[in-house]
């Protein structure tokens, strides 16, 4: 069972910068695709971005494409995101999501798709 732990979260102004890491426990990080969700207060937890166990495919939802950058370091058992031009409604608590993958190029984008959950960071964006 792997297990996420997540970082880099804070408080910026609108328009700043931030990079969220999830450090993974195991060494087989790389058979799991994995994925990025924030729940803002009083909403459901959504999809933000994901990427394939090889990291050859990475998918955004609309609201974060352009501004927002999945990666992943296999060898560090690490995946980042990298968010710029953050806006107020970006503030949410952002968690990072793993499941095995049997396709190099395969990713996923729902909430019931991934099995192991890291228990997140805040991102508050002030305006």
């Known amino acids: 069972q792997v297990q996420l732990v997540e970082s880099g979260g804070g408080l910026v102004q609108a328009g700043g910068s931030l990079r969220l890491s999830c450090a993974a426990s195991?060494?087989?990080?790389?058979?799991?695709?994995m994925g990025w969700f924030r729940q803002a207060a009083g909403k459901e937890r959504a999809f933000v971005a994901a990427?394939?166990?090889?990291?050859?495919?990475?998918y955004y939802t609309d609201s974060v494409k352009g501004r927002f950058t999945i990666s992943r370091d296999n060898a560090k058992n690490t995946m980042f995101l990298q968010m710029n031009s953050l806006k107020p409604e970006d503030t949410a608590v952002y968690h990072c999501?793993?499941?095995?993958?049997?396709?190099?190029?395969?990713?996923?984008?729902?909430?019931?798709?991934?099995?192991?959950w890291g228990q997140g960071t805040q991102v508050t964006v002030s305006s």
């Open positions: 990427i394939s166990k090889s990291g050859s495919t990475t």
């Open positions: 195991e060494r087989t990080f790389g058979k799991y695709a």
């Open positions: 999501a793993a499941t095995s993958a049997m396709w190099s190029s395969s990713y996923y984008t729902g909430v019931p798709d991934y099995a192991y």
